[in-house]
């Protein structure tokens, strides 16, 4: 069966310092990995796909890596506009029509 | 701004109630989705709908009734639900059914009396 586990559960950061978020998967292939950010109170935010280990994608400070059983979406520099739920997904290749599978996300703030 | 749109943003209503989440999107996709999500956990898949056509029923209760109009509008008919019920119901949609990345609206905050 499917298993999406997300590190740590909740982050916190000091603007401008540095860090990563972990997701690490178990699937029987992977179709695709994705990244979403989450507001409070608000639907989860598309940033990234990534397809085949060592790809990599970015975006302003973030960054979103791939391996075989993990990605990593690291911030560089953060601002408090950064404050978020950061969950991750996959699509196994196995699965018929490509059910999205989440983790439970890392809640991450970051203060001024 | 996002492009899936979900009305109404906040619903209470009591257990005998009868009452209906909306959501549109105008972006052409074929597939559109109702997830539940609840405090601190992750979207839970209800139902997927493809080119108009129910594709996926999550073994959802009947109390959840969702209907697809036309390619661009969503429904979620609500009926004697359980104060377990009460959730973020969020839309989404996407190209094809399974295709990404799935577009997700902000939500219906539902509350359950």
């Known amino acids: 069966e499917d298993q999406v586990t997300q590190s740590p559960e909740a982050l916190r950061l000091q603007e401008g310092e540095s860090s990563s978020l972990n997701c690490s998967y178990t699937?029987?292939?992977?179709?695709?990995l994705f990244w979403y950010r989450q507001d409070p109170g608000k639907g989860p935010e598309f940033l990234f796909t990534?397809?085949?280990a060592g790809e990599e994608k970015e975006k302003e400070r973030l960054k979103a890596t791939l391996t075989k059983k993990e990605s990593f979406l690291h911030i560089t520099a953060p601002k408090p506009e950064d404050s978020a739920t950061y969950l991750c997904a996959v699509q196994d290749t196995t699965d018929s029509w490509g059910k999205l599978q989440f983790g439970a996300g890392t809640q991450v703030v970051v203060t001024p | 701004d996002t492009e899936v749109t979900q009305t109404p943003k906040h619903l209470v209503m009591g257990m005998t109630n009868k009452k209906s989440l909306k959501c549109e999107q105008h972006?052409?996709?074929?597939?559109m989705y109702w997830y539940k999500q609840k405090a601190k956990k992750p979207p839970e898949l209800m139902f997927v709908?493809?080119?108009?056509?129910?594709?996926i029923n999550e073994s959802v209760p009947s109390r959840f009734s969702p209907e697809c109009p036309n390619s661009s509008l969503l429904n979620l008919h609500l009926h004697a639900l359980q104060p377990e019920d009460s959730a973020l119901y969020l839309c989404?949609?996407?190209?094809?059914?399974?295709?990404?990345?799935?577009?997700f609206g902000d939500g219906t905050r539902l509350s359950i009396l």
């Open positions: 699937v029987s292939g992977l179709r695709g």
């Open positions: 990534l397809y085949s």
């Open positions: 989404a949609s996407s190209q094809e059914e399974g295709g990404q990345p799935q577009h």
């Open positions: 709908y493809s080119y108009e056509k129910l594709s």
């Open positions: 972006m052409g996709h074929r597939a």
